[in-house]
């Protein structure tokens, strides 16, 4: 397994604030991966990021509104710009390791934008 | 469409009881996978089974996988209620890494 950690835990913001979350994994790995889950809902990827290159962002999700940092192998950072209510969600990170085909995950940033 | 549906949506039983919860997708896949999460918090990896497999044990866990009806079934037997929690089926397409995550079901086990 892995361990990762992300900060903050939760936050409440203002809307048209921006706010960074960090995920930090103990170890190095390709992939990492942030994913949102509004409240009482499944998880959708946001976006993929690679080290060394731009994220790759799934239909729906643009780089202006989630810009996405990958300064090494093992970290990641992923802003929610301009937040409005809407944004309110949990959001996760996610690294492969080992054997490539199971994702871990972190414990979540819940976020509350008033 | 949407990949990863899953049945029911929520679900209560009694502790030792069996619960058994299913998952259905649209695409081909290299593997499934089965997650838990408490109360909103970060997701736990149960189990993966690949897509030449058919079924998979882990402790009080089985999983079946018919690639013919693209569905899965999680059997959580005799549960307790620390299993209370929401369970999520994720398919891993044959497309790449990206995981595409069902709706949940929510499992309450009463005590």
């Known amino acids: 397994s892995a361990v990762i950690s992300q900060k903050p835990s939760r936050d409440i913001c203002q809307r048209g604030t921006s706010l960074t979350i960090q995920c930090q994994v103990d170890s190095q790995v390709t992939m990492m991966f942030w994913y949102r889950q509004q409240p009482g809902q499944s998880l959708t990827l946001i976006a993929t990021?690679?080290?060394?290159?731009?994220?790759?962002?799934e239909s729906g999700f643009v780089i202006d509104k989630f810009p996405i940092s990958r300064p090494n192998l093992t970290f990641s950072t992923l802003t929610v710009s301009n937040m409005s209510p809407e944004d309110s969600s949990i959001y996760l990170c996610?690294?492969?390791?080992?054997?490539?085909?199971?994702?871990?995950f972190g414990p979540g940033t819940r976020l509350l934008v008033l | 469409s949407q990949q990863g549906e899953e049945d029911p949506q929520a679900l209560s039983i009694q502790e030792g009881e069996n619960a058994t919860m299913n998952c259905s997708y649209k695409t081909s896949i290299n593997n499934l996978q089965w997650y838990r999460q408490n109360s909103g918090r970060g997701l736990v990896h149960l189990i993966l089974?690949?897509?030449?497999?058919r079924e998979k044990h882990s402790g009080r866990l089985r999983v079946t996988l018919d690639t013919s009806k693209k569905s899965s079934s999680l059997l959580i037997t005799a549960s307790r209620a620390a299993d209370t929690a929401s369970y999520f089926c994720a398919t891993e397409e044959t497309s790449g890494s990206r995981l595409t995550f069902g709706e949940g079901t929510q499992l309450t086990v009463n005590p």
């Open positions: 990021a690679n080290q060394g290159s731009e994220a790759t962002y």
């Open positions: 089974i690949r897509s030449n497999e």
């Open positions: 996610s690294v492969e390791r080992g054997d490539r085909e199971t994702q871990y």
